[in-house]
């Protein structure tokens, strides 16, 4: 838990320096999301289910001022970071590489209905403001995916994406 939390301070440190980052509010849902993720795995049965009580607390609380939703099921790598904060919400079975970015307005979820599968996204994936990424795919590492997309496929390592649906324009 400390390693990810602060591989996640790092990232909030370059972009607003040391004090200001107390004042982020992805760094806010990040920190719950690894203490969350902490308790899942405490290994004293009752002070397990009083710290996860008080986790999903937090969580909600976090969710509701934020507009951020991670949940602890979730796996997301050490680096997280959210540039802004306000309606994001992450399926609780997603996979999120290392340092990856997103954007405010971003699902990363199910088509819904039946078991369409959760996104897996690789490491340094950016997503861009508003994106929907969702269903059974998998996003390569070092992609960017475009403001508004709205990713229903695969995209390959180094991609671009954009569009609805997203389409590549360009792969290093």
Partial sequence: MI????????RYKRSSGN?????????????????A???????????SHL???????????IEIFTGISLPASAEIGKG?????FGGIILHSQAKLGENCSIGP??????????????PVLGNNVYVGVGAKILGG???????????????????????TAVGIPARILEKK
């Fill in 3 to 10: 390693t990810n939390l602060k591989s996640d301070i790092g």
């Fill in 19 to 35: 004090i200001y980052m107390l004042f982020e509010q992805g760094l806010w849902a990040i920190a719950v999301y690894r203490f």
């Fill in 37 to 47: 993720r902490w308790v899942r795995k405490f290994p004293i049965p009752i002070i």
């Fill in 51 to 61: 710290l996860r009580f008080f986790a999903y607390l937090l969580f909600k609380q």
């Fill in 80 to 84: 997280f970071y959210v540039g802004h």
């Fill in 105 to 118: 307005g971003v699902v990363i979820g199910t088509l819904g209905g039946g078991d369409s599968g959760v």
């Fill in 137 to 159: 795919i998998k996003v390569g590492n070092n992609v960017r995916i475009g403001a508004n997309a709205v990713v229903l496929s695969d995209i390959p390592d180094g991609a």
